[in-house]
């Protein structure tokens, strides 16, 4: 059997992931016709069927299961190899650090601090991106170490807890749960997080504070929450940052706590991450109970 190629398993993953020959071909910017051509020969080339078709409907048979999460291990590894081969070359080589913004604990600048003060650090370059992307930007080479909330697909990463804050439902000021020092999920009937989801069911069990949303940013998020559109929940240390006259900010006492981590590759072998580690484990240990640092219900809308 001929070596697979790296262009035979990018297509694979995509109709894998589609299960619809036409998606998958749009996706990948070519005709149909060549994509079912490739995976026919991979498939003859394997000895084994990997997908199901039916005139209604395309299955990954059990051969197809492995071959997409192997698969994806493999291009996830030829893109970290390309990433990290042309980090490692770079005349001036930084530590790229992947966050999305404002969620570090409000650590970030005394890490970076202390950091710096290593001898074996580099220049810090932040990579700033969306709820969730963070873990696939390291497994991909593209970022060093990551700082980024719990939970959070971990394969492939070390990983360590950084601080456990108490997370905060922010609500309108004209809203009546406003007028409560503190909230039960329950209290939360009838109201909903951007994404759509019901707030009194709590945070959705995707890495990220509430669902896929309209609005694009925390700003946007913002905006709707002061309109009395949606409820939001968010870490102590972002609430801390963004006092709002129209937002009132309350702890939900049956809500699970955030706790923010690090992550860095497995088989990473830079002393600069090795002293970015060192430093955010030094900055986290030495930083206030978060019970003295949570916002109360009288200053908390402002």
């Given amino acids: 059997m001929n070596e697979l190629e790296v262009r035979q398993l990018r297509y694979f993953v995509v109709v894998a992931e589609e299960l619809h020959f036409g998606r998958a071909a749009a996706r990948l910017g070519m005709a149909q016709p060549p994509l079912s051509r490739t995976i026919r020969d991979l498939e003859r080339q394997l000895g084994v069927p990997l997908l199901e078709r039916t005139t209604r409907q395309v299955r990954l048979t059990a051969a197809g299961e492995v071959l997409l999460r192997d698969a994806r ?6 893109t970290a190899a390309a990433h990290r081969t042309r980090q ?9 650090i992947a966050l999305k913004a404002d969620i570090d604990g409000g650590l970030l600048p005394r890490i970076l601090d202390t950091y710096c003060a290593d001898a074996a650090s580099l220049p810090a370059e932040l990579i700033l991106g969306g709820f969730g992307e963070q873990p696939q930007v390291l497994r991909e080479g593209r970022a060093d170490v990551a700082l980024l909330l719990c939970p959070f697909d971990d394969h492939g990463l070390d990983t360590e807890p950084l601080l456990t804050e108490p997370v905060l439902a922010a609500v309108a000021a004209t809203d009546p749960l406003a007028a409560h020092t503190e909230l039960r999920l329950a209290d939360l009937a009838g109201r909903n997080l951007p994404g759509g989801s019901p707030a009194s069911h709590g945070r959705p069990t995707t890495p990220r504070p509430g669902l896929t949303s309209p609005a ?13 559109s949606v409820v939001f929940f968010l870490p102590t240390s972002v609430a801390q940052r963004y006092p709002r006259p129209g937002i009132a900010y309350r702890p ?13 590759p497995q088989d990473a072998r830079s002393p600069a991450v090795a002293a970015f580690v060192r430093a955010a484990c030094t900055v986290a240990a030495a930083r206030p109970p978060a019970d003295s640092i949570m916002p109360s219900a009288a200053t908390s809308q402002i």
Avoid at 73 to 78: D, H, N, S
Avoid at 252 to 264: E, I, N, Q, S, Y
């Fill in 73 to 78: 291990t493999a291009l996830e590894a030829v």
């Fill in 88 to 96: 490692a070359g770079s005349p001036s080589p930084r530590l790229r």
């Fill in 216 to 228: 694009s940013n925390l700003a946007e998020i913002f905006s709707l929450v002061e309109t009395g």
């Fill in 252 to 264: 939900v006492t049956d809500l699970p706590d955030a706790t923010l981590a690090l992550a860095w």
